[in-house]
T-cell receptor, first 116, second 110 residues
Framework: DTGVSQDPRHKITKRGQNVTFRCDPISEHNRLYWYRQTLGQGPEFLTY????????KSRLLSDRFSAERPKGSFSTLEIQRTEQGDSAMYLC??????????????FGEGSWLTVV | KQEVTQIPAALSVPEGENLVLNCSFTDSAIYNLQWFRQDPGKGLTSLLL?????REQTSGRLNASLDKSSGRSTLYIAASQPGDSATYLC?????????FGKGTMLLVSP
């Protein structure tokens, strides 16, 4: 078990460009989550998947953001037409099972995005 | 809307001290509560998970308690060490999401 893996770890992009982040969850974890964290704040929920189905999206996830989890394995988070306000760390997490009662959520190391 | 508050925002202690970090939440209808540790520029490491039906959990020098009715949780760290220096985040679990506090930044000096 190698933990949750995220790629790239750091990305610097110019405003208006598109970026894509990839997350590989712990194998056989049904749930996969995306969170965003800015400096001095706790992570904020963006979206989550149960297997390949995207079941909930935060209002933070504007129409410039899209997430996929094909075949219920890895996931991608794409940001189109990036803005400076998108600069943050994007965290992926996964958990086993289909409910939240006793399931620890495991986070990856995060992908830092800087929009210049 | 669930809101999570952590007090203090920062804490500096000498090595060996016992300390308590506090977390409060506004909506007691929770599924669980998790405490995480975050080192600078890194992801989150889960420390303890308390299910809504439980009162406390222990792991090594860490003990976390949960009082749902009052909307409070505490993380007790015994015999603190410089390696404990990090930001500690409290997160309240709903069915599908975690709501985080802003964290307590802990510095343990040798």
């Amino acid at each position: 078990d190698t933990g949750v893996s995220q790629d790239p770890r750091h990305k610097i992009t110019k405003r208006g460009q598109n970026v894509t982040f990839r997350c590989d969850p712990i194998s056989e974890h049904n749930r996969l989550y995306w969170y965003r964290q800015t400096l001095g704040q706790g992570p904020e929920f963006l979206t989550y998947f149960q297997n390949e189905a995207q079941l909930e999206k935060s209002r933070l996830l504007s129409d410039r953001f899209s997430a996929e989890r094909p075949k219920g394995s890895f996931s991608t988070l794409e940001i189109q037409r990036t803005e400076q306000g998108d600069s943050a760390m994007y965290l992926c997490a996964s958990s086993p099972g289909t409910d939240s009662f006793g399931n620890t959520i495991y986070f990856g190391e995060g992908s830092w995005l800087t929009v210049v | 809307k669930q809101e999570v508050t952590q007090i203090p925002a920062a804490l500096s202690v000498p090595e060996g001290e016992n300390l308590v970090l506090n977390c409060s939440f506004t909506d007691s209808a929770i599924y669980n509560l998790q405490w995480f540790r975050q080192d600078p520029g890194k992801g989150l490491t889960s420390l303890l998970l308390i299910q809504s039906s439980q009162r406390e959990q222990t792991s090594g020098r860490l003990n976390a308690s949960l009082d749902k009715s009052s909307g409070r949780s505490t993380l007790y760290i015994a015999a603190s060490q410089p390696g404990d220096s990090a930001t500690y985040l409290c997160a309240v679990g709903g069915y599908s999401t975690l709501t985080f506090g802003k964290g307590t930044m802990l510095l343990v000096s040798p």
